[in-house]
């Protein structure tokens, strides 16, 4: 089955360290997404990318950092100077350069630090 | 700027109709989006509206115009399970998803 997998789904950690997510497609898109959702509030983008080796800044890149180095895989490292990391973490994907650009989520990281 | 305006909340009856609203401003417009997400899940998609007009997809319809900046989901036939929050998304002129808030509909027995 085709689809967007986010692991871990729950991840706890202590303030001052770096933490990655992973997320992981077999979907064939070329273009992957990083957004941040807090409560009561829309997704936030974090990080795009619409090419392998190629990633852009999104809205709130700051304190966050991705790599491409392979078309399945982004994957989005929370940094010591993100100030609130604490939040849903949300992984997409979608086709890019068509007409239509559904994207397709990931089940998720809730990540808490303390 | 860019901004999305929706209702943040809505209770509805179980096997009625409810209609949530959307406007919306963007630097350019390529097509907006409705999105389903239950709590504490990924969004889902629901349906995509480019050109003016009602997209009728099931129990679930999508209207757009774009000359007002406007669409609305229209969701018949409320069932408990469609309690979630209903998101609103129109693509920008570099094909960015802007989101709003969202919208909790909460359906009642």
């Known amino acids: 089955d085709g689809g967007i997998t986010q692991s871990p789904k729950y991840l706890f950690r202590k303030e001052g360290q770096n933490v990655t997510l992973s997320c992981e497609q077999n979907?064939?898109?070329?273009?992957m997404y990083w957004y941040r959702q807090d409560p009561g509030q829309g997704l936030r983008l974090i990080y795009y990318?619409?090419?392998?080796?190629?990633?852009q800044k999104g809205d709130i890149a700051e304190g966050y950092s991705v790599s491409r180095e392979k078309k399945e895989s982004f994957p989005l490292t929370v940094t010591s100077a993100q100030k609130n990391p604490t939040a849903f973490y949300l992984c997409?994907?979608?086709?890019?350069?068509?007409?239509?650009?559904?994207?397709?989520f990931g089940p998720g990281t809730r990540l808490t630090v303390t | 700027g860019q901004n999305i305006d929706q209702p943040t909340e809505m209770t509805a009856t179980e096997g009625a109709i409810v209609q949530i609203n959307c406007t919306y401003q963007?630097?350019?417009?390529?097509?907006l989006f409705w999105y389903q997400q239950h709590a504490g899940e990924a969004p889902t998609f629901l349906s995509y509206n480019v050109l003016d007009g009602l997209e009728e997809k099931g129990r679930f319809s999508s209207f757009l115009s774009r000359s007002k900046g406007y669409s609305y989901l229209l969701l018949k036939e409320l069932q408990m399970k469609d309690s979630a929050s209903y998101l609103c998304a129109p693509m920008d002129s570099n094909y960015q998803l802007i989101w709003g808030a969202g919208t909790k509909l909460i359906i009642k027995p």
């Open positions: 963007t630097s350019g417009f390529n097509g």
């Open positions: 979907l064939n898109h070329d273009a």
């Open positions: 990318s619409q090419i392998v080796n190629d990633f």
């Open positions: 997409a994907s979608s086709t890019f350069g068509g007409q239509y650009y559904e994207q397709y």
